[in-house]
């Protein structure tokens, strides 16, 4: 049977929809449920309330349309049922004309359609069940309209997250990069001097790393500082903050640390270093891959970021003059 269309035509259904029928009156069941076939729906026809309630729970229909009057199970009670299960099912009501006052009040219960029945032309039932159809679509567009916003703005958090990372982390090494250093370093300062604590800074240079560089590569130059990274990671406490600095220098801002514990930590990460077994390490001014580092602690070396740096530059830079390998604060 044809169904209207917005020309006035009929228009044949693309895509059958699930339909569940439930009426007690045989000839009526049947008759509802050829018209709706015949339009190419999948139809499902039972004669009670409770056979229509067990079916919607096994294999929820797209639709339902069932009789306000039944025994045991009513529609109304049906309708309640199905919305408990699914709050966006589409319930149609059959209703005589005696009934039209229940069935409207169906409808503020959450029914989306009423028929009158005796039908006085079946093509009423395709007209309601084709304007169903269209709203059942509605709901699933709108559904995967939600699902593929959830979707993007998911992936648009995972995008700023990462964007967020590789705007506070060096690329190469992992380790936080000289910006977001700069910027906890005027944090601790204000926190140190508001709560009168204490902080220590350390400046690290790898001795010869351009040597190094043009007798291994490039790449193997990369490899050492990244090994260099995990050194600093593993030996450092979760509250530290160690940063790539720029090309082979880093940074480490050691929170609650006063300038002899900072000196202690300094000389582990220097040793750790020179005896680490770098590939072609051998071919080293010294034999070894070694750092140069310069210590500063907060009053005592300087109470801004300015004066902390210059005084760990200097220290590193007096460790570099004097030899290498070696560390000042």
Do not use: W
Request: hydrophobic share 40%; aromatic share 6%.
């Amino acid at each position: 049977m044809p169904v209207p269309g917005e020309d006035g035509k009929g228009v044949q259904n693309t895509m059958p929809t699930r339909i569940l029928v439930a009426d007690d009156e045989d000839t009526l069941r049947r008759v509802v449920s050829e018209v709706l076939s015949d339009d190419g729906h999948q139809v499902t026809a039972v004669g009670s309330g409770e056979e229509a309630l067990e079916a919607f729970r096994e294999s929820p229909a797209n639709i339902v349309i069932t009789d306000i009057v039944m025994k045991k199970l009513s529609g109304l009670d049906l309708l309640k049922e199905i919305k408990l299960l699914d709050p966006d099912a589409i319930v149609i009501l059959m209703t005589s004309h005696a009934s039209i006052e229940t069935a409207t009040s169906a409808l503020r219960s959450g029914a989306y359609d009423f028929l009158i029945k005796p039908f006085e032309d079946l093509e009423v039932i395709s007209a309601v069940v084709n304007r169903a159809v269209d709203k059942v679509r509605l709901l699933s567009d709108n559904k995967s309209l939600m699902q593929d916003l959830k979707r993007n703005a998911e992936e648009l958090e995972n995008l700023n997250r990462d964007l967020r990372e590789m705007a506070i982390h060096d690329g190469l090494t992992g380790l936080h990069n000289y910006r977001f250093f700069r910027d906890a370093l005027e944090v601790e300062v204000a926190r140190a001097k508001r709560h009168d604590r204490i902080f220590s800074v350390i400046y690290m240079d790898v001795d010869n790393f351009k040597q190094y560089n043009d007798t291994h590569g490039h790449p193997a130059g990369d490899e050492l500082l990244k090994t260099l990274a995990q050194i600093l990671r593993k030996r450092s406490r979760a509250s530290s903050i160690c940063a790539r600095y720029g090309g082979e220098e880093f940074v480490v801002l050691l929170p609650e640390t006063d300038k002899d514990g900072a000196l202690q930590y300094a000389e582990v990460i220097r040793r750790t270093v020179a005896e680490h077994p770098f590939p072609g390490r051998e071919t080293q001014p010294l034999g070894f891959v070694s750092l140069s580092l310069g210590v500063a602690a907060f009053p005592t070396d300087g109470d801004d970021t300015k004066a902390l740096l210059g005084h760990a530059d200097r220290a590193l830079y007096r460790a570099k003059n004097e030899g290498r390998n070696r560390l000042f604060g």
